[in-house]
């Protein structure tokens, strides 16, 4: 079922350019959903940014880059857990914390945020916003809380930790001839449910 709706994420309508270094993406099944991806390095104030997440003072999930294959991992993931809100199927308390709670390829909420969340020494941030329409405002509220250097969302596979990535996901060398990292990533965040 998740597999389909991996497939059917739209991956047109994408603002991405020398000047505005977010990423946009509109959700095919959920077309009043927006989700803008921000990455940012040399991040000095991790540990304000998660507080700040965990007393709800920021509308965003805030994701360990490091953990991140693509951009479009987290669309899956984003998809996924939009579904899951409009069905009530959510495990966790917010989109933003289910968005977090997808990515990971078991069933362990805490777990996920340990691997998937920001911790307090981190020197990266990818921050994931879900939105009805342009936002302009809430895109430059976010940035301005963060204090490191926004990047293009494409260059998180520049900041990955592929040996951990590889581990965590029980990636083979034998499935990495056959596909790619991101394939075999993608393939057990959906199936993680029925596994």
Known sequence: ???????????????????????????????????????????????????SAVKGQISGALINPKMLVNPFQVLVATNKSVHL????????????????????????ISEAFKKFGISDGDDSVMVVLVHSRDESQLLSDIAAKVDGLQIPVEDVSLLSDLAKIKKLYKVTPQEEKCGTLLDAVVCRMATKDVM
Not at 3 to 30: A, I
Not at 88 to 107: A, D, H, Q, V, W
């Open 85 to 108: 809100q409009k069905t009530g199927k959510m495990k966790t308390r917010s989109l933003y914390s289910e968005i977090i709670f997808s990515l990971s390829p078991t069933n362990n």
């Open 1 to 51: 079922m998740y597999g389909s709706l991996c497939s059917r994420v739209t991956l047109e309508n994408s603002r991405q350019d020398t000047k505005n270094m977010h990423l946009t993406k509109q959700l095919e099944l959920f077309p009043d959903h927006r989700v803008t991806q921000m990455l940012f390095k040399d991040v000095k104030n991790a540990a304000e940014l998660r507080q």
